[in-house]
């Protein structure tokens, strides 16, 4: 088991930033990979960032935009949101899963509660 706890969401105006963090627990060295999704009411799922190794890879909505790292001895990644938009606007989930590949469309295993983001015009 893995559990994920998301801080750092709040309020910001367009063209502002934002810094997201996940703590892993548990058995973590079973997560192979780590992403952020963004969910609005209404709306699927979206996919924004994974990481695995060091190697990032983004959705296009973000690119150049956001970043996500990740500190190993800390079990933690972060997502850097810079230059945000209102389409920005969501709840940000972290998720971790534990099979081999890395990416937005294949099935994590584990999830965080989510934290709010809200990007004012």
């Known amino acids: 088991q893995v559990q994920l706890v998301e801080s750092g969401g709040g309020s910001v105006q367009a063209g502002g930033s934002l810094r997201l963090s996940c703590t892993a627990s548990?058995?973590?060295?079973?997560?192979?990979?780590m992403g952020w999704f963004r969910q609005v009411p209404g709306k699927e799922r979206e996919g924004v960032a994974t990481i695995v190794a060091n190697y990032a890879s983004y959705a296009d909505s973000v690119k150049g935009r956001f970043t996500i790292s990740q500190d190993n001895a800390k079990n933690t990644i972060s997502l850097q949101m810079d230059n945000m938009s209102p389409e920005d606007t969501g709840i940000y989930f972290c998720?971790?899963?534990?099979?081999?590949?890395?990416?937005?469309?294949?099935?994590?295993?584990?999830w965080g509660r989510g934290t709010q983001v809200t990007v004012s015009s």
């Open positions: 548990g058995d973590t060295d079973s997560a192979n990979c």
């Open positions: 998720a971790a899963r534990t099979t081999i590949g890395c990416g937005v469309r294949l099935p994590f295993h584990y």
